[in-house]
Nanobody, 125 residues
Framework: QVQLVESGGGLVQAGGSLRLSCAAS????????MGWTRQAPGKERDIIAA????????YYADSVKGRFTISRDNAKNMVSLQMNSLKPEDTAVYYC??????????????????WGQGTQVTVSS
């Protein structure tokens, strides 16, 4: 199993920035990529950013492209999400997630099987 713990959520005004962090532990060798997803009330939970541990290949959903940046620290088994130019519609619970390599053909935004407990991000207008 892979255990994931998020931190860094909070309240910020529109246009502001927040940085989320996720610490991975346990069977981290089985983790091929890490992602961030978010869920607002009544909405689906989709991966908005993802990164592979080995090559640092990334994926961004259109809704966050150009505003959010995902990064990883392999030595610390940590992944971060820098969120800039935040909008009220970014308000949600943000979850860190891990996926295995296989199936290798699966796009980076799919296939996640471990999730953290979530951290609340609230953007006020």
């Amino acid at each position: 199993q892979v255990q994931l713990v998020e931190s860094g959520g909070g309240l910020v005004q529109a246009g502001g920035s927040l940085r989320l962090s996720c610490a991975a532990s346990g069977r981290t060798s089985s983790s091929y990529a890490m992602g961030w997803t978010r869920q607002a009330p009544g909405k689906e939970r989709d991966i908005i950013a993802a990164i592979t541990w080995s090559t640092g290949s990334t994926y961004y959903a259109d809704s966050v492209k150009g505003r959010f940046t995902i990064s990883r620290d392999n030595a610390k088994n940590m992944v971060s999400l820098q969120m800039n130019s935040l909008k009220p519609e970014d308000t949600a619970v943000y979850y860190c997630a891990s996926r295995p390599r296989n199936p290798a053909s699966l796009p980076l935004q799919y296939g996640y099987n471990y999730w953290g407990q979530g951290t609340q991000v609230t953007v006020s207008s």
